[in-house]
């Protein structure tokens, strides 16, 4: 490894489906494709998630440091910067509220600097809070992934005002496009006429979510012509399978759990929506908009950084059914409004949303982190 190569050690709660897992994916893709030292580390105990193996087939190595017991584990800062140290790491990047809590500290041990990322509003208990406000003050890097999660930060006392870097997520925009064949593919497996509106969603099924706001909104509007496809697994799915049983629209209804082809099912819908009551700057926007489709989202977190209202979509106040349901019936009922903003979102997500700007970015504060001279790749794949 030469010296403008780094040891570059990403810290995860788990390796399961999120969406700071899949920043922490792509931004590992990028920096192992330029020749990086690239490791992750799972907090989580018990089996592997879905990304482990993504990690591994883009070259990273993965390790497991599991966090003990079910309340703070004072064992694993030293457990992590033994690991730190054994792999001679020049920088540890943490993603999200538990990670940052350990590998702060772990950092700190094994004298090598943090970079933090908070990819959301992270609502938690009074300890967890100021232990993640302790720990996120000792990096050497604060990132959010929106203005608005960076003043979330601020407010909640994680940065010091004016300190936090903005760097929005990146996609890779090669493999998020308008697909005709897997449309056609995607619409046949599930039953769905060719002609018919599709709105769908795609995200953990959680409280915080709020899938069943769109239940509840899009109900009205389902028949043999019009389906809503949700995409996701998790604590709540029980909650919205009942939701869609009262309302008596299963014919129209697919839940399609948890799946690792998210790139192939979003260009078999017509709209994406958004329904969470707290977000940060959540992958599957830029994703959706990639792929052509117009955005319907609560206003909540940095989406409104990201979705140009009237232009890409619109945004609604989070848990209103009669708003989200009337802005879902103006688009799936207007074809050209429907093409017009997809296109108007595709170009946007060409401008700001690449996976390679992403990856340079957080290079750049990389080795000005560590004090080495950091010049921008020329040579990149097109559309990463």
Not at 82 to 109: G, M
């Amino acid at each position: 490894m030469t010296s403008s190569c780094l040891n570059i050690v990403h810290v995860l709660g788990s390796f399961q489906i999120g969406g700071a897992e899949q920043v922490a994916l792509n931004l590992a893709a990028g920096q192992v494709e330029l020749g990086h030292n690239v490791h992750v580390v799972s907090l989580a105990a018990g089996r592997d998630g879905p990304h482990a193996e993504g990690f591994r087939r883009i070259g990273a190595q993965i390790h497991k440091v599991p966090k003990r017991g079910p309340t703070i584990d004072p064992s694993l800062p030293i457990r992590l910067a033994l690991l730190f140290r054994r792999l001679r790491a020049d920088l540890a990047h943490s993603h999200n509220p538990q990670p940052v809590i350990y590998a702060a500290p772990a950092a700190l041990i094994a004298r090598i600097p943090l970079v933090h990322t908070k990819h959301g509003e992270n609502p938690d208990t009074r300890r967890s809070e100021l232990l993640r406000r302790y720990a996120s003050r000792l990096a050497s890097v604060f990132v959010a992934v929106s203005r608005q999660t960076a003043l979330q930060a601020e407010q909640q006392g994680e940065v010091a005002v004016g300190k936090a870097v903005v760097i929005e997520n990146g996609i890779d925009l090669d493999a998020f496009a308008r697909n005709a064949v897997a449309r056609a593919a995607v619409r046949s497996e599930l039953g769905i006429p060719p002609g018919a509106r599709v709105v769908g969603t795609v995200g953990r099924l959680a409280a915080i979510k709020n899938q069943p706001l769109l239940v509840r909104a899009t109900a009205p509007l389902l028949g043999p012509d019009r389906h809503l496809v949700i995409v996701g697994d998790g604590p709540h799915r029980d909650v919205i399978e009942a939701e869609v049983q009262r309302l008596g629209k299963g014919a129209f209804t697919h839940l399609l759990g948890q799946r690792t082809d998210v790139h192939r099912l979003l260009p078999a819908f017509d709209l994406f929506v958004l329904t969470s009551d707290s977000e940060g700057l959540p992958m599957v926007i830029p994703e959706a908009m990639a792929c052509e489709l117009p955005i319907v989202s609560t206003d909540v977190g940095g989406i409104s950084d990201v979705v140009e209202v009237g232009r890409t979509g619109f945004l609604v106040p989070k848990g209103d059914d009669l708003v989200l349901k009337a802005r879902i019936e103006r688009l799936i009922g207007d074809e050209s409004l429907l093409h017009d903003m997809g296109t108007r979102a595709r170009e946007l997500c060409l401008a700001r949303y690449s996976s390679r700007s992403m990856r340079d970015r957080y290079l750049e504060k990389y080795f000005e982190t560590v004090g080495r001279p950091w010049k921008t790749p020329a040579e990149s794949p097109r559309g990463r």
